[in-house]
């Protein structure tokens, strides 16, 4: 089925910068929005940010500014590129798709997608 493989995460120092990359493969139609989310301990799991494939991207007010995400649809692939990080971004960012369109045997199906994560790290 659908995969999606992150890299790119890692330890940094605050005030530095890190860019994560998502790539979504199998046998894949469209795609209606790619995205990251991140998970702290003890937090639940919240959206960052998000493009679709047109472009339009969302952001999370706490990393308005210093995060920007962008996206390559022949790839389908989705990157995040994250600078001033601070300690408290530390968490385990996982990829999503988000409506995934498969054509399959005559039939349309939609499906969502996770990838496994990705721990970051950011030290005082």
């Known amino acids: 089925q659908v995969q999606l493989v992150e890299s790119g995460g890692g330890l940094v120092q605050a005030g530095g910068s890190l860019r994560l990359s998502c790539a979504a493969s199998g046998s894949i139609f469209s795609i209606n929005t790619m995205g990251w989310y991140r998970q702290a301990p003890g937090k639940q799991r919240d959206l960052v940010s998000s493009i679709t494939s047109r472009g339009i991207t969302k952001y999370a007010d706490s990393v308005k500014g210093r995060f920007t995400i962008s996206g390559d649809n022949a790839k389908n692939t989705v990157y995040l590129q994250m600078n001033s990080l601070k300690p408290e971004d530390t968490a385990v960012y996982y990829c999503?798709?988000?409506?995934?369109?498969?054509?399959?045997?005559?039939?349309?199906?939609?499906?969502?997608?996770w990838g496994q994560g990705t721990q970051v790290t950011v030290s005082s």
């Open positions: 999503n798709a988000d409506q995934v369109r498969r054509y399959v045997g005559g039939a349309y199906y939609l499906d969502d997608y």
